[in-house]
């Protein structure tokens, strides 16, 4: 009511972000894996008994580094917590909906990393569904470097957050050229537009939100499997976005100085 009353006053304003030369040397998903591995030790090291998220993560990492596979690299990079993670852990055929999201990705050869911590509660809960499901690797913890070079690596960015006031994460990584599957709220929708730079979904409630959800991920990888001259258009127009804080300063002064 309050915010009826201020129509028209209310404004929102992005973030930006920064666009320095991208140095990053080429990494392979093999010597990332190296890399995570050794970061996971660091992190198994500093307790007494060993974490299930941290045990498993390295079971499914000395695995993955005995295969290849050519589909997409799914990633999400972000804390944990409901604004994130609600549609993730919704009920969905007999399990979740993330693990409904491994079980398409694994139809297209797919592979999901999730890197972040948070709420304990979603920890164990994507533990278990990493435990459920063998294309899925979670990492329990947060390293610089394993971030960074995971927006790099990646073929779609998973950020399915129930409301986003601006969002970083999606920035980073279509500075990256990773196009992102968002759920289309507040500065995810003035950022990721729908099959221009990226996929976006939306809906009236829970249950419509997760089906649109599963739908948008489907058709993303599915057009990376059968389209890639149209997939690497939507990765080279995300990379092209600019959202700068030049942008955000002017932003500022003309909406809230003027």
């Avoid at 398409?104 to 990493?130: C, P």
């Avoid at 980073?172 to 979904?201: W, Y």
């Avoid at 976005?241 to 030049?246: D, E, H, I, M």
Wanted: net charge negative; charged share 15%; aromatic share 10%.
């Amino acid at each position: 009511m309050q915010i009826a009353k201020r129509h028209g006053k209310l404004v929102g304003i992005l973030n930006g972000c920064e666009y320095p030369a991208m140095n990053i040397q080429e990494t392979t998903l093999p010597d990332y894996l190296v890399l995570v591995e050794a970061e996971l030790l660091k992190w198994m090291s500093k307790q007494a008994v060993v974490q299930s998220s941290h045990y498993i993560a390295h079971q499914r990492l000395r695995a993955w580094s005995k295969s290849s596979w050519q589909g997409p690299l799914i990633t999400s990079v972000g804390r944990l917590t409901d604004q994130k993670a609600l549609l993730l852990r919704q009920p969905f055929a007999n399990a979740l909906v993330l693990d409904e999201l491994a079980k398409l990705a694994a139809a297209n050869s797919g592979r999901i990393i999730i890197l972040g911590s948070g709420d304990k509660y979603l920890e164990s809960v994507f533990t278990q569904v990493m435990a459920r499901n063998e294309n899925l690797l979670y990492l329990s913890g947060y390293g610089q470097d394993i971030g960074d070079m995971l927006y790099h690596l990646g073929d779609l960015f998973l950020m399915p957050s129930s409301f986003e006031p601006c969002g970083i994460s999606q920035m980073l990584a279509m500075r990256a050229g990773q196009p992102c599957l968002v759920h289309q709220v507040g500065g995810l929708a003035d950022t990721v537009k729908d099959l221009e730079n990226g996929f976006s979904f939306s809906g009236e409630d829970l249950a419509e939100q997760v089906s649109q959800l599963l739908e948008k991920f489907n058709f993303a990888i599915n057009m990376y499997a059968d389209n890639q001259t149209q997939y690497q258009q939507l990765a080279s127009n995300a990379a092209a976005a600019r959202y700068t804080w030049l942008q955000a300063a002017h932003e500022y002064i003309d909406q809230l100085y003027q």
